[in-house]
């Protein structure tokens, strides 16, 4: 954690703020870094929005630590699914959108001897959008074997 001093004219006292980061760097170039962050401000707010995670309601420190580690994660793993595995009429997907319309979605799975289905309403997403996501994210498995 980096905290953040501003100085603004006219004020009497400055502004403080905190950046949370697991960067290892210098505080004076974690705060250059995070300055030139451009549309970052636009992922906060979405973050905020779409996974709540501002949303800090325990009452003990480690335990809200924790609760925004995993919405950090949940939001990260929502941001690849966005940009690696989303066919490109939906990549504009906000992370609300994709939640709401991928993740949050009630499935049945039906077996039958060697096959495995997944039913769900067509109103979430169509059944060839849901294949072209599930073969691009099958698609990225060999970057992962070569590790």
């Known amino acids: 954690m980096v905290a953040k001093v501003e100085w603004h004219a006219g004020e009497l006292f400055p502004r403080v703020g905190f950046i949370v980061t697991n960067l290892s760097w210098h505080a004076k170039t974690v705060v250059r870094f995070y300055n030139k962050r451009g549309t970052a401000e636009n992922w906060i707010k979405e973050g905020k929005q779409a996974v709540n995670w501002t949303r800090l309601s325990c009452h003990e420190f480690k335990d809200n630590e924790v609760r925004l580690q995993l919405f950090a994660l949940a939001y990260n793993l929502g941001n690849f699914l966005r940009r690696l595995a989303l066919p490109r009429r939906v990549k504009h997907w906000s992370l609300t959108t994709l939640r709401e319309k991928l993740i949050k979605i009630g499935a049945k799975i039906v077996r039958h001897a060697r ?8 109103v979430a997403v169509p059944r060839e959008l849901f294949a072209a996501i599930l073969e691009r994210i099958v698609r990225l498995r060999p970057l992962m074997d070569t590790g």
């Open 115 to 122: 096959y495995v289905f997944f039913q769900m309403a067509e």
